[in-house]
C-alpha cells in the first residue's frame, strides 16, 4: 500500500475588505504570525483561539514562513492603514481628557440618580 501524497488548499481566505483570515474564522493572519513571532507554538496558538484547528495552523505558519516577504509586505501594510484609521479617528475624536469626561459623566449621572431620589 503507497501514501497518497496530494497538496492541499492553504486555509487562508481574503474578506470583503481585503483582511486575510484564518480556516474560515474570524481569526487573522496577522495574529496567527504575530503570535508565532512572539514564540508561540501551533498548539498554543490552537488553544488560545479554539475556532481554529491545528493543521489550519501549522499550514499558516508554513506559508508565512516560505513566503514571509510577501506576508510581511502585506502586514506592513496592513498596520499603515491602521494608522491612518487611528489618526483619522484622533482627529474627529480627542483623545485627551476622556478618561476625565467619562468619569464626570458617570458623577453627573450619580448624582442625577441620587437628586431623583
Not at 498548539?43 to 488560545?48: D, F
Not at 509586505?73 to 484622533?90: F, G, M, P, T
Not at 475624536?93 to 464626570?104: E, I, K, Q, Y
Request: aromatic share 6%.
Amino acid at each position: 500500500m503507497s501514501l497518497l501524497i496530494k497538496s492541499e488548499p492553504i486555509p487562508l481566505e481574503t474578506d470583503a475588505d481585503g483582511v486575510v483570515r484564518v480556516g474560515g474564522t474570524r481569526i487573522t493572519l496577522d495574529t496567527i504570525v504575530a503570535a508565532f513571532s512572539q514564540g508561540a507554538t501551533a498548539e498554543e496558538i490552537t488553544h488560545q483561539y479554539p475556532s481554529l484547528h491545528l493543521a489550519d495552523v501549522y499550514a499558516v505558519i508554513a506559508y508565512y514562513l516560505r513566503r514571509r516577504e510577501a506576508v510581511e509586505s502585506y502586514l506592513q501594510r496592513r498596520q499603515k492603514a491602521a494608522d491612518n484609521i487611528r489618526k483619522q479617528n484622533e482627529s474627529r475624536f480627542d483623545p485627551n481628557g476622556v478618561r476625565d469626561r467619562l468619569l464626570a459623566r458617570r458623577t453627573k449621572q450619580e448624582t442625577d440618580v441620587a437628586a431623583s431620589c
